[in-house]
């Protein structure tokens, strides 16, 4: 048995990601779990959050995902991500920007529905500023 694990990582418009690795750290929505060559298989829903992909000590790539399903065996990891983004391509200023901006939206919404994609756009912005 390897002591790596195949980690592919795939938007809906290409695949971002296919590598083997030593562990990768997956957002899950029942918490962060490592998945490890010989893990046990499993799937699981991801909450937004940040990936990362670890060879030793050190983390090689930290990728945001909004979203998605990560499917386990014992020799892979595939993350189907609803969107992914390098973390090193975040800007702090812009995103905080961002929450300002989606704080006004929440604050003029005048339906449940404008509240509610208000709400979901400053959770999602809020988790991505967090990962900076």
């Given at each position: ?31 962060d ?30 990728l ?17 991500a ?51």
């Amino acid at each position: 048995m390897s002591d790596k694990v195949s980690f592919e990582l795939v938007s809906p418009e290409k695949l971002l990601l296919s590598e083997d690795c030593e562990m990768v750290v997956v957002p899950g929505t029942e918490g962060d779990f490592g998945v490890l060559a010989g893990h046990a298989p499993m799937i699981s829903s991801i909450r937004p959050g940040v990936i990362e992909v670890h060879e030793g000590t050190n983390v090689t790539h930290r990728l945001f995902v909004s979203g998605g399903l990560a499917e386990v065996t014992n020799e892979r990891l595939t993350v189907l991500a609803e969107e992914a983004l390098s973390v090193d391509d975040f800007d702090a200023a812009d995103l905080d920007q961002r929450i300002k901006d989606a704080g006004e939206d929440l604050e003029d919404a005048k339906t449940d529905e404008a509240r509610h994609k208000a709400e979901g756009t400053i959770a999602l912005l809020t988790e991505m500023r967090a990962a900076i």
